[in-house]
């Protein structure tokens, strides 16, 4: 490890997919053996999953934006037995 100051630059553009293709493979591999930088990515992804259902309902509710609340329910609910949606 050691490298989590470097990943914390690249972790936004990670979660927003605007990250190339070699610093996404880097972020992977750094949070496949790092559990604080992969609590930390799954944070800022649960961020960008509520900003963009608030978008969507702003813009008239678009599809996704449900999706991303499912998704969000899901994850959370995940581990507890209950069914997802
Ligand atoms: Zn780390």
């Known amino acids: 490890m050691g490298h989590c100051g470097k990943l914390e630059a690249l972790l936004t553009a ?16 750094h949070l496949a053996e790092c559990r604080p930088c992969r609590r930390r990515a799954a944070i800022e992804q649960a961020v960008r999953q509520v900003l963009r259902a608030r978008a969507g309902t702003i813009r008239g509710g678009a599809p996704d934006a449900l999706r991303a609340r499912c998704l969000a329910l899901a994850a959370r609910v995940r581990g507890k037995g209950d069914k997802p949606c």
Do not use: F, K
């Open 14 to 29: 990670y979660v927003d997919g605007e990250a190339s293709a070699r610093d996404c493979a880097a972020v992977a591999a």
